[in-house]
């Protein structure tokens, strides 16, 4: 079975910096995808990235850019110019690319961010 | 247009009570998900409804009768539930059944049960 794990229950940034939360899986599999999703106190998940896993090149979007390494089963979160608004739970998660049960996403724990200003 | 629409954002019901929750999407995806999420977990899943037709049921009590009357519609029916069913309900569609892609989740309705 598959497993994601997030090893930083929280961290902190302060704005502008740079912070990388950090996302380890474990499968067997050799197709999947890979997400990270947003949390903010306000509660609505909200998709920030996507990895596929036969993709080598890292994913970015704006300040955020992933660092994918399928040998090591690592796909870190990297948030650049922090702004208060990147404060919340960051969940990773992981989907098999095959269909049936085996395509439901299967998430970590979490890693809360907080900015300070 | 990614949006996944729940209502009611805020339910309060007893242990009594039938209420139902709802989801709407139109963005012509044909996967949709109940999730439950106790505060600082991950989503828990509960359903799964593919080209509408469950598909996964995850050993939900029977209290929750999920339902999707057609491919933009999911509702879930609450009866007779516990206290420790409390929790934040999502719901999330994905484009292409359960294979692949990214799910895009709703808002949710913050469930309390007294």
């Known amino acids: 079975a598959q497993t994601v794990t997030q090893s930083q229950p929280e961290m902190s940034v302060q704005e502008a910096e740079t912070v990388t939360l950090s996302c380890t899986y474990d499968?067997?599999?050799?197709?999947?995808?890979l997400f990270w999703y947003k949390q903010p106190p306000s509660r609505q998940m909200i998709l920030v990235i996507r990895q596929e896993a036969y993709k080598q090149q890292n994913a970015t979007e704006n300040r955020f850019s992933v660092n994918f390494q399928k040998a090591a089963k690592s796909f870190s979160l990297k948030i650049s110019d922090s702004q208060l608004g990147d404060a919340a739970m960051y969940f990773c998660?992981?989907?098999?690319?095959?269909?049936?049960?085996?395509?439901?996403?299967?998430f970590g724990k979490g890693t809360k961010l907080s900015v300070k200003p | 247009d990614t949006e996944v629409t729940q209502t009611p954002k805020h339910l309060v019901m007893g242990m009594t009570n039938k209420k139902s929750l709802k989801c709407e999407q139109h963005m012509g995806h044909r996967a949709m998900y109940w999730y439950k999420q106790k505060a600082k977990k991950p989503p828990e899943l509960m359903f799964v409804y593919s080209y509408e037709k469950l598909s996964i049921n995850e050993s939900v009590p029977s209290r929750f009768s999920p339902e999707c009357p057609n491919s933009s519609l999911l509702n879930l029916h609450l009866h007779a539930l516990q206290p420790e069913d409390s929790a934040l309900y999502l719901c999330?569609?994905?484009?292409?059944?359960?294979?692949?892609?990214?799910?895009?989740f709703g808002p949710g309705t913050r469930l309390t049960v007294t």
């Open positions: 999330a569609s994905s484009r292409e059944g359960l294979a692949g892609g990214e799910q895009y």
């Open positions: 499968t067997s599999e050799s197709d999947y995808y």
């Open positions: 998660a992981y989907r098999s690319a095959y269909g049936g049960s085996q395509g439901n996403l299967i």
